[in-house]
C-alpha cells in the first residue's frame, strides 16, 4: 500500500503524539486524575500496555519510507518501555512490574508485524507483465 507523503508526515505527528501522552501516563502518580480515571475503566494494565506499544511500534512502521528508520524507531519503542518501566520507581506510588515491560514488548513486536503487510508494494494487475 502507497502512503502518501502528506499522510506519511501525519501519522509520523501522531506517532510523536502518542509517545508524549504515553510517556505522561507512565510517570503520572497513581494518585492523578488520568491514572484514576484509567483505573474506571476496568481494563487489565497488561492490555493497556499491550495496545499502547502496538500503536508505538505500527505507526513509525507504516509511516516512514526508509525500512532501516522505520524498524529502528520501532525497536527503540522496547528501550522506551523498558525506560519508562524503570522510572516508575520514581512516581508516587507506582512500581517497577516486569510483566508490564514484558507487555510492551510483545505490543512492539505484535505492530511490527501488523506494519509488515502496509509497507510491501501491492501487486501488479492482473495481466501486466513484470520486468
Known amino acids: ?15 510523536v503524539g502518542v509517545l508524549v501522552l504515553v510517556v505522561i501516563g507512565s510517570l503520572l502518580p497513581a494518585s492523578s486524575a488520568p491514572m484514576r480515571g484509567l483505573d474506571l475503566l476496568h481494563i487489565n494494565d497488561k492490555v493497556i500496555h499491550y495496545s499502547a506499544y502496538l500503536v508505538l511500534s505500527f505507526l513509525p512502521v507504516i509511516s516512514f519510507s526508509n525500512w532501516r528508520r522505520a524498524f529502528g524507531y520501532a525497536l527503540l519503542m522496547i528501550l522506551v518501555g523498558v525506560a519508562l518501566e524503570g522510572l516508575q520507581s520514581f512516581s508516587p506510588g507506582r512500581t517497577v512490574d516486569p510483566f508490564d515491560a514484558a507487555a510492551n514488548t510483545l505490543g512492539v513486536l505484535s505492530g511490527m508485524l501488523a506494519g509488515l503487510p502496509l509497507r510491501r508494494a501491492p501487486a501488479p494487475p492482473a495481466g501486466v507483465a513484470v520486468e
Not at 1 to 15: F, T, V
Request: charged share 35%; net charge positive; hydrophobic share 40%.
Open 1 to 15: 500500500m502507497k502512503i502518501s507523503e502528506p499522510r506519511r508526515h501525519l501519522l509520523q505527528r501522531a506517532w
